[in-house]
T-cell receptor, first 110, second 114 residues
Framework: GQNIDQPTEMTATEGAIVQINCTYQ??????LFWYQQHAGEAPTFLSY????GLEEKGRFSSFLSRSKGYSYLLLKELQMKDSASYLC???????????FGAGTRLFVKA | ETGVTQTPRHLVMGMTNKKSLKCEQH?????MYWYKQSAKKPLELMFV???????ENNSVPSRFSPECPNSSHLFLHLHTLQPEDSALYLC?????????????FGPGTRLTVL
């Protein structure tokens, strides 16, 4: 079957660094996305990886290892506004089907 | 308006009612999506339209009926729903034409079925 696993909740301190892991098993792979979703709001795009390696975008970085079915989202210099759910999603085989993980709720404390 | 808009934002309906959800995108995209988001569960893809043609139907019950009259508008017609259908229904759009498209989400419609 197809499955995406990520931790349910994480807590970190303002100014620190946090890494949110995601492992996936899908029929085919056509890219991995990370989205941020604040409570009661729509998911917003953070990053996209299709090749192995690290993609850096400001305070946010995303890493992919296709051979291991593994990705992580790295958030640096955490701010209170980073408290949100982070969704890992994989575009599987041909077509537009995207499979989402259940999301990781990140709590940033002062 | 810009981005992806959805109406209504909140909807309460009985199991015998018929209602429709509307989504409109102002991004010039060609692909549009319906997702269901239930509490503590992953986003579930329901339908995908690419250039007005339905390309995905993720085994959705027939009480949900999508309609895509043009690339900017997407509807979800609801009839004889069940209480377990209560959820946040999210619409998204992407440029289309490539399966690596990034999706842009609307704010969602919070649906409660009594």
């Amino acid at each position: 079957g197809q499955n995406i696993d990520q931790p349910t909740e994480m807590t970190a301190t303002e100014g620190a660094i946090v890494q949110i892991n995601c492992t996936y098993q899908t029929s085919g792979f056509n890219g991995l996305f990370w989205y941020q979703q604040h409570a009661g709001e729509a998911p917003t795009f953070l990053s996209y990886n299709v090749l192995d390696g690290l993609e850096e975008k400001g305070r946010f970085s995303s890493f992919l290892s296709r051979s291991k079915g593994y990705s992580y989202l790295l958030l640096k210099e955490l701010q209170m506004k980073d408290s949100a759910s982070y969704l890992c999603a994989v575009r599987s085989s041909g077509g537009f089907k995207t499979i989402f993980g259940a999301g990781t709720r990140l709590f940033v404390k002062a | 308006e810009t981005g992806v808009t959805q109406t209504p934002r909140h909807l309460v309906m009985g199991m015998t009612n018929k209602k429709s959800l509307k989504c409109e995108q102002h991004l010039g995209h060609n692909a549009m999506y319906w997702y269901k988001q239930s509490a503590k569960k992953p986003l579930e893809l329901m339908f995908v339209y690419n250039f007005k043609e339905q390309t995905e139907n993720n085994s959705v019950p027939s009480r949900f009926s999508p309609e895509c009259p043009n690339s900017s508008h997407l509807f979800l017609h609801l009839h004889t729903l069940q209480p377990e259908d209560s959820a946040l229904y999210l619409c998204a759009s992407s440029p289309g034409g490539q399966t690596t498209d990034t999706q842009y989400f609307g704010p969602g419609t919070r649906l409660t079925v009594l």
